[in-house]
């Protein structure tokens, strides 16, 4: 079945520096791919996502690239602010059978600090 | 813009007690999916419909049910209450985009269950 290996965590960054969150996936077909982050308290809110092999997804700075001789969607950011404190989830889903459920990783805890 | 709507947002409950949450999807959107998300995991997919028909069903226990109805709204119930049924529940919708894909799912804040 499909399924999503994430980066343990947590991460503690002071702001500022550079982000890179690892996440790799095994699947049947071809998956999209996402990272959503949740703040505490919240729900889920989609922060980006690819479709595609080679694909690049980008938004609020960060970016992930769809590899799939590698199978991987690494998030990075170049320079993260306190505000990115929060859990981000990589997922996968396989709409092209219709509409599928998310298969999550088991998130990271990022937290950084002033 | 509008987005999933839940209910309740908070939810207390003794053990052997019945729940029922209720999600409100974006307009427009035909398929809900339910999530469960247990302290410090990840969400874990429980069920989902499509068109007021269940499309696909994950790690649901028998004593959970759920519909989704005309309105596309959905209610998952939950009886025989047990302290291992807290947690944070997601509903998320998505619809039909760009060239009938329907791969973006959109969560709500969550319901909040705590079995007592």
């Known amino acids: 079945g499909n399924s999503v290996t994430q980066m343990e965590g947590p991460v503690t960054l002071s702001e500022e520096a550079f982000l890179t969150i690892n996440c790799t996936y095994t699947a049947t077909g071809y998956p999209s791919l996402f990272w959503y982050v949740q703040y505490p308290g919240e729900g889920l809110q989609l922060l980006l996502k690819a479709t595609k092999a080679d694909d690049k997804g980008s938004n609020k700075g960060f970016e992930a690239t769809y590899r799939k001789e590698t199978t991987s969607f690494h998030l990075e950011k170049g320079s993260v602010q306190v505000s990115d404190s929060a859990v981000y989830f990589c997922?996968?889903?396989?709409?092209?059978?219709?509409?599928?459920?998310?298969?999550f990783g088991q998130g990271t805890r990022l937290t950084i600090n002033p | 813009a509008a987005g999933v709507i839940q209910s309740p947002r908070h939810l207390i409950k003794e053990k052997r007690e019945t729940a029922t949450l209720k999600c409100y999807p974006i307009p427009r959107h035909d398929t809900v999916y339910w999530y469960q998300q247990g302290p410090g995991q990840d969400p874990q997919f429980l069920i989902s419909f499509y068109e007021k028909m269940q499309s696909d069903k994950g790690s649901i226990p028998d004593r959970f049910s759920a519909q989704q109805f005309s309105d596309y709204h959905s209610e998952l119930n939950m009886s025989s209450l047990e302290l291992g049924d807290s947690a944070l529940y997601f509903c998320a919708s998505s619809g039909p985009g760009l060239a009938g894909r329907r791969d973006i799912q959109y969560f709500g804040a969550g319901t909040r269950l705590s079995v007592l």
């Open positions: 997922a996968l889903s396989d709409w092209r059978q219709g509409a599928q459920k998310l298969v």
